[in-house]
């Protein structure tokens, strides 16, 4: 079955950047797209961008463009996003997500990661 | 951008009860919308897609309806597992999201 197993929580400082991944399995990576999202408790969720895994092509939502940097690893079906200069506007759950077939609907998410920027 | 105006914000409802939540683009969106469903400290699932298709293993109390601007999720015969948030999204452009609407049995 579909499985996007993300990483653990982080806790990091103003300024500072985090790599956030998500190793998927149970379908074929190379010729798929990930999104990832941004949810802070409570609120609504936000569309980061895309990524092609079989060409690393991109997407992004013109608010995290600088922002976020989204990456694929096709030897070990994982995809990555970076978050640089963060603050504690960054603190957030992150979600990536599978889009559907052919739309930009999303039934496969991870389990979300939680990152924390403070000093 | 697409706006997506979703309402209520939050809900009160009986076990039993039909409920209806509204989601509202700031323009036409061709019935490219999903509804999903999120519990606390989880992931959102999919319910409904293409406005009025139900995602595979979505229990039939749940419907989709609408066009144009305007679409709907209806619970009817609400359970005690239906208690949640549950936000649309739409698809003609990048992917915007509701505001949400956040359920509680009364």
């Known amino acids: 079955q579909v499985k996007l197993q993300q990483s653990g929580a982080e806790l990091v400082k103003p300024g500072a950047s985090v790599k956030l991944s998500c190793k998927t399995s149970?379908?074929?990576?190379?010729?798929?797209?990930m999104s990832w999202f941004k949810q802070i408790p409570g609120q609504s969720i936000e569309w980061i961008g895309m990524i092609y895994a079989g060409d690393g092509g991109t997407g992004y939502n013109q608010k995290f463009k600088g922002k976020a940097t989204l990456t694929v690893d096709t030897s070990s079906s994982t995809a990555y996003m970076d978050l640089s200069s963060l603050t504690t506007e960054d603190s957030a759950v992150y979600f990536c997500a599978r889009k559907g077939s052919p739309y930009n609907w999303f039934a496969y998410w991870g389990q979300g990661t939680l990152v924390t920027v403070s000093s | 951008d697409i706006q997506m105006t979703q309402s209520p914000a939050s809900l009160s409802a009986s076990l039993g009860e039909t409920v209806t939540i509204e989601c509202r683009a700031s323009e036409d969106i061709y019935n490219g919308l999903a509804w999903y469903q999120q519990k606390p400290g989880k992931s959102p699932q999919l319910l409904i897609y293409n406005a009025n298709s139900l995602h595979t293993g979505v229990p039939s109390r749940f419907s989709g309806s609408g066009s144009g601007t305007q679409y709907s999720l209806k619970i009817n015969s609400l359970q005690s597992e239906d208690v949640a948030s549950y936000f649309c999204?739409?698809?003609?452009?990048?992917?915007?999201f509701g505001g949400g609407t956040k359920l509680e049995l009364k």
């Open positions: 149970g379908y074929t990576f190379s010729t798929s797209y």
């Open positions: 999204q739409q698809y003609y452009d990048y992917p915007t």
